[in-house]
């Protein structure tokens, strides 16, 4: 059986970016495995044999997926998926990043478990979510947040394929390549949503930040990690062993 290729393989090989090829696939200019919900592979001998046959030549033209500005979640929608790879909308400016880390996956594990474990007797209505999972802010605002908790008096911006509107907290595990955009860029956007638990974890530092809107402003209520005790004011008896949750086991 002969090799599917990836949008990113494909590319390479016609010295296309993969923004084009994608373009092309939804145009439907040259031929595609469709192995599931946007899960797109190629065939080289077949889409060579459909640009050599008459198709219009491949060339490279600003995708709306490499716009600078004005993206939203309709554009959001038909972009394909691409292994290894992430997407946000962020005042409409798509963002792409790689696939979180192995201890970024593991901090989410740790406290995801916690706070479930919580949040069953604090707020059984409620639920907890991981990424991936789509929350729509705004047209121009999608976002993945690394956790999310939505109460049991909220739940009427739960969507069958997303969360439409804004969650009771959100929780970002920063990345090291981009970590102004969990910092600054999502924190803005989330206050001006409303959300009012906005933590932070700081995989390099090993540091969680606790963050309350206030007045329409974030307030920081708890800073910690290993070896400090946890505590918040709008969850009393909310216990998270800190030294677990930044604990680096060995491959």
Partial sequence: MKKLLTA????????????????????????????????????????????SAGAPAVKEEQAVYSQQGGYTYEDYLKIPEEPGYRFEILEGILVKEPSPSMHHQRISRELGYRLITFFNGFDPEGELFYAPLDVTLTTVNVLQPDLLFISGANR???????????????????????????????????????????????????????????????????????????????????????????????F
């Avoid at 923004?19 to 899960?39: A, F, H, N, S």
């Avoid at 969360?163 to 970002?172: F, K, N, R």
């Fill in 8 to 51: 990113q393989e494909l590319a390479d090989i016609l010295s296309l970016s993969v923004e084009t090829v994608w373009r092309y696939t939804r145009q439907k200019k040259i031929p595609v495995v469709e192995l599931g919900e946007k899960q797109y592979r190629y065939m080289k001998e077949a889409v060579l044999a459909a640009l």
């Fill in 156 to 250: 009427e911006i739960l969507r069958e394929e997303r969360i439409d509107g804004a969650c009771d907290l959100v929780v970002e595990i920063m990345s090291p390549t981009n970590r102004r955009k969990d910092r600054l860029q999502k924190m803005e956007i989330y206050r001006k949503a409303g959300i009012p638990h906005y933590w932070l974890v700081d995989p390099e530092e090993n540091t969680l930040e606790a963050f309350l809107l206030k007045d329409g402003n974030y307030t920081l209520v708890f800073v910690g990690g290993p070896g400090d005790k946890f505590n918040h004011p709008s969850f009393p008896g909310l216990d998270l062993d800190l030294d677990k949750i930044f604990d680096r086991p060995k």
